[in-house]
């Protein structure tokens, strides 16, 4: 057995410690704080973060998106009119996807052809003309 030092916590203590702390957190509390964790980790993956510029990573900034988008639903009735700072930060990154995605077409066509590196996957085709879920208007998808 080890020997605590004074004014430590037992293990035990610790734990209940812990569990009453629990007890107090709402789920709707930990949802808005995941949401606006997304929306903060969006802005530094768009590089508009003020010293950060070169942090932008679409992939990461579209996973952000897509969670906000998600979570929105649960955490709008929560938030009441602050959903629309919200709402109003998920149009800014969608901007900014746009804007770093459309900037990564714009590659050289030689290179979008090069056959993929055994690390990367190659992405299937995308069908022809809007879904089920893009045409009911509540999936977003870039430049459409």
């Known amino acids: 057995m080890t ?5 430590q916590p037992s293990e035990e ?12 957190i709402k789920v709707e509390d930990v ?15 768009a590089g508009v973060v003020p010293g950060n510029e070169g942090e932008a990573d679409p992939q990461q ?6 969670g906000v988008r998600a979570l929105l639903p649960l955490v709008e009735p929560v ?3 602050d959903a629309r700072q919200i709402r109003d930060a998920v149009s800014r990154l969608q901007m900014e996807y746009a804007r770093l995605a459309g900037a990564g077409a714009a ?3 030689a290179a979008a052809e090069q056959p993929a590196s055994e690390g990367e996957q190659q992405q299937p085709p995308k069908p022809e003309g809007p879904g089920p879920a893009e045409s009911s208007g ?7």
Do not use: C, D, H
């Open 13 to 24: 203590e610790l734990r209940a410690a812990y569990e009453q702390q629990l007890k107090q």
């Open 61 to 66: 900034l579209r996973q952000a998106i897509e």
């Open 79 to 81: 938030l009441g009119p």
């Open 107 to 109: 590659a050289p066509q």
């Open 3 to 7: 020997e605590q030092q004074p004014n």
């Open 31 to 45: 949802l808005v704080q995941t949401v606006l964790s997304l929306i903060n980790l969006g802005s530094l993956r």
């Open 138 to 144: 509540r999936l977003w998808v870039p430049g459409r």
